[in-house]
């Protein structure tokens, strides 16, 4: 059993497998209150004003209690991120970095503009920690990437992958869990799904574009490199997108 448990975790995809990773170790160690949550929510006075930058990223990796919440996340972020990572981005690694970075400063930035308007603050100000809404958000896309798979919701129902993001959201308002979460997450991933896939097919215009300097962290992906005394470039990557 720990030999399949080993060989499943060395498999998957580097991002995957490190923000797993991640995740795990930051909720476990706050568990056992070796990590404090309150070093890591998201702050903007302290970020601003104390420098306290690391809560830009650290929100993003604390899944709340140990309970069957955090497993079905922890469920979901291993399945979809892996499904994103090796399909839609597959040999595309800095690309999907980029869409997480993306995300990411989506998320960020919403919650940071909605503080500041009123009758919204409050629900706002309640948002520490958006680990979830990426989640969700990589959801969103692999349901947009993916729009005629059939899915079952617990064996109850059947239904094509393009409502996935909406049964999730209905099962979320079912069991009384807050929709603020899951919501900011379809924002996200729609900005990304547009700007991406549909604003590029309209337009003939690309405006995501993954800058050179990320693409070079990543091996699997081709850089533009200019040799000396050579007109060759290796093609972008781009150009090799396959949904």
Not at 64 to 86: Q, S, W
Not at 103 to 112: C, S
Request: charged share 15%.
């Amino acid at each position: 059993m720990a030999q399949a448990v080993e060989e499943w975790y060395k498999q998957m995809p580097i991002i995957t497998r490190s923000y797993l990773t991640a995740a795990v170790v930051t909720t476990v160690g706050c568990s056992l209150e070796i990590i404090s949550p309150y070093n890591l929510y998201l702050n903007p006075k302290l970020i601003v004003q104390q420098y306290e930058i690391w809560r830009l990223v650290t929100n993003f990796l604390y899944f709340r209690k140990m309970d069957l919440d955090f497993l079905f996340h922890m469920f979901f972020l291993a399945r979809y991120c892996k499904l994103l990572e090796e399909n839609s981005f597959r040999g595309r690694t800095a690309d999907f970095f980029f869409m997480l970075l993306f995300g990411a400063t989506v998320l960020t930035g919403i919650v940071l503009i909605g503080g500041m308007i009123p009758y919204l603050s409050e629900s706002f100000a309640n948002i520490l920690f958006l680990s979830n809404s990426l989640t969700f958000m990589m959801v969103y896309v692999w349901s947009k990437h993916n729009p005629y798979i059939h899915m079952s919701f617990l064996g109850l129902f059947t239904f094509t992958a393009a409502y996935l993001p909406w049964v999730l959201l209905g099962f979320s308002i079912l069991v009384g869990s807050t929709t603020w979460v899951d919501l900011l997450g379809m924002i996200a991933g729609h900005a990304y799904y547009f700007l991406e896939d549909v604003y590029p097919q309209m337009t003939g215009r690309r405006p995501l574009k993954t800058p050179l300097f990320i693409k070079a962290l990543f091996a699997d992906d081709d850089v533009l490199v200019a040799q000396p005394g050579s007109e060759r470039f290796a093609p972008p990557a781009q150009d090799l997108h396959q949904d």
